[in-house]
């Protein structure tokens, strides 16, 4: 069993950054792919970013190309999702997992942490 703690979310204005963490004990976590997801208030779980578990290839949402960036430490057991040139629409409940397969899709991932609050205000 993979249990993930996502750290680094708080209050920013608008065309500040955050860098999120995600924490993995249990499990070997370079074997999993790892996702980004955020959710707000009233909308769906959408996809942000995901990184293969070697960290060689990811992949961008066309809403935060270019102004995010993931990354992973295996030697950590730690995923990092850094946060530029923030908006108000990026304010939500970000989440990190893991699964075996590399996907956009949430209910591709197996292991999901309890989320992290950004909220960036104007």
């Known amino acids: 069993q993979v249990h993930l703690v996502e750290s680094g979310g708080g209050l920013v204005q608008a065309g500040g950054s955050l860098r999120l963490s995600c924490a993995a004990s249990g499990g070997t976590f370079s074997n999993y792919a790892a996702g980004w997801f955020r959710q707000a208030p009233g909308k769906e779980r959408e996809f942000v970013t995901r990184?293969?578990?070697?960290?060689?290839?990811?992949y961008y949402a066309d809403s935060v190309k270019g102004r995010f960036t993931i990354s992973r430490d295996n030697a950590k057991n730690t995923a990092y999702l850094q946060m530029n040139s923030l908006k108000p629409e990026d304010t939500a409940v970000y989440y990190c997992a893991l699964g075996v397969r590399w996907s956009i899709t949430p209910g591709q991932y197996t292991y999901w942490g309890q989320g992290t609050q950004v909220t960036v205000s104007s």
């Open positions: 990184i293969s578990g070697s960290g060689g290839s990811t």
